[in-house]
């Protein structure tokens, strides 16, 4: 017996390479008072032919450049020279946003600096994201490592950019706002699939679809990642309790949640709060 799974590459276009050296990656949640300001020196350490490759996660940011100012907001990302970034500042009650320093020594092809792109999120990026962080946290030497993960990161975000929000009608549009709008209303219960499909009145595989299609993510997924945003929120503001925050948000225990957290956010809850009062 004979089994295989292969692709041959007949001809490589080497012009269109991308071959990225990471410098250093963030994965950031800050409040509304979060500014940062580039000086002169922090640019001269990058050198030349260093960017950023940004992505909003949560809330919207203000950026101020050489070529003037824009706000990023959730499912955007934007190329940067860091030689033209001047300033940036939270816009939001909570801005989240993945970073990554590189040098290369021309833009990657087809992506423009400056331009913002709307991408939808997938579990493929969140993994490849998640892979490259963990990995330059424990083995920061690693370089040729640290640069493939990264590139599968890339293009696991840029390969979705063709994907068009005008994709679903009108009609749909309007419904995955007030689905979206119920379940934030709901945050604090044990929300489920099927009660979220039952009150619009459709089958829980339509509402799957409707998801997949126009947000990337699975209802369920959907619901985690909007409870576990609401957890920051409550453990980085109040001095609430661990375990009184999982009752808050009806996960079926305090490990539920703290597991729950610690894959979304790459620490543990009580790691996140330690960090914010200074320890």
Known sequence: MYQSESFQIKELERQEEFCPSVISAYKVFADSLYFHYCDETEK???????????????GQ?????????FILK???????????IQKYASKSELWGYRWVNFKIKNAPFGLQTGKIYSVPFSEQEN?????????????????????????????S??????????????AQNKLIDEMCSYISQKIYSRISVEETAAFFQISPRRLHQIFT????????QYILKKKME???????STSTPVNKIAEILAFSSPYHFTNEFKKTFGMSPKEVRKIQNGG
């Not at 955007?76 to 860091?82: D, G, N, P, Q, Y």
């Open 230 to 236: 609401e957890g920051y929120k409550i453990l980085v």
């Open 74 to 84: 959730e499912n955007e990302c934007v190329l940067l020279k860091i030689s033209d």
């Open 44 to 58: 001269e350490n990058y050198g030349d032919g260093a960017y950023a490759f940004i992505r909003c996660t949560e």
């Open 157 to 170: 975000v840029m390969r979705q950019r063709d994907i068009k929000d005008s994709a679903l009608p009108a």
């Open 61 to 69: 940011g203000k950026f101020c450049t050489c070529g003037g100012e």
């Open 213 to 220: 299609k126009e947000l990337n993510l699975s209802p369920k």
């Open 127 to 155: 993994s490849a994201f998640g892979q490259m962080l963990s990995c330059g946290k424990t083995y920061p030497l690693n370089s040729s490592y640290l640069n493939a993960l990264f590139t599968v990161y890339f293009y």
